[in-house]
């Protein structure tokens, strides 16, 4: 259960991060019945923000947040149940990475994003590509080497090996000329991955079984809509600002 992902991806306010960290804490200790009263009493607010945060996180109120957290404590503390899906499909230092690509694109609306992957790959690439495109970025899935303007740029390669030759390629010639990328991959060590400038490691599991398949590209998905909230969530705090 990352109760810091949630708190920082979800822009939670004081306030929010206490009620969330109180009910977290008594899950910890193995209370089964947890009382919304209770609850707001000892984070200092009343049942009806505890019900907002509820509805922040995307649930319908806070029955279904105990429940979706109860469930989410079981699948930690249970690895050996089947039908429990793994949650963390990234480390904290690639959420870190993900939390500063997202910096990056809201701090320059106008920068064209490069986005490339083969195979399997390019459909997260693709996807990653059209969302950023319906929020008004420049986004493209063709090779900057394609280009001759001197427009800033960003690359973001997607490969699960790391070892795409036709993404190394790119990566070494724009590497001279000091531009940033974003590799999301399964292999830190690989050539994509110990060469960029921000490596986002995914991992592939996916449901607690002897032989799972291989998740890598709907953990990538996943990060991807992830980022999108989080850029959404940008873009707000600075229109109010």
Request: charged content about 25%; some cysteine.
């Amino acid at each position: 259960m990352d109760v810091q992902q949630m708190e920082r991806w979800n822009s939670l306010s004081v306030s929010e991060i206490r009620i969330l960290r109180e009910i977290v804490a008594r899950l910890d200790h193995g209370e089964e019945k947890i009382p919304i009263r209770s609850v707001a009493q000892a984070s200092f607010v009343s049942t009806t923000s505890v019900v907002r945060l509820a509805k922040k996180l995307g649930f319908d109120g806070f029955s279904e947040l105990l429940y979706s957290l109860k469930h989410e404590r079981m699948s930690t503390l249970s690895p050996g149940m089947p039908g429990f899906c793994e949650r963390i499909i990234a480390g904290e230092a690639s959420l870190d990475e993900l939390e500063t690509l997202a910096q990056t694109l809201s701090a320059a609306p106008g920068m064209r994003v490069h986005l490339m992957g083969v195979g399997y790959s390019d459909l997260t690439a693709q996807y990653l590509s059209n969302r950023l495109l319906e929020h008004g970025f420049f986004a493209t899935t063709k090779s900057p080497l394609d280009f001759r303007d001197d427009r800033q740029f960003i690359v973001i390669f997607v490969s699960e090996s790391g070892e795409t030759r036709d993404l190394t390629f790119v990566q070494d010639r724009i590497s001279s000329r000091g531009v940033e990328d974003f590799v999301f991959t399964a292999d830190e060590s690989s050539t994509l991955g110990a060469h960029s400038r921000h490596c986002i490691l995914v991992d592939c599991r996916g449901c607690r079984a002897e032989k799972d398949p291989d998740y890598f590209v709907i953990n990538c998905l996943t990060l991807i809509e992830d980022l999108m909230a989080r850029i959404r969530d940008l873009q707000k705090d600075e229109e109010e600002a």
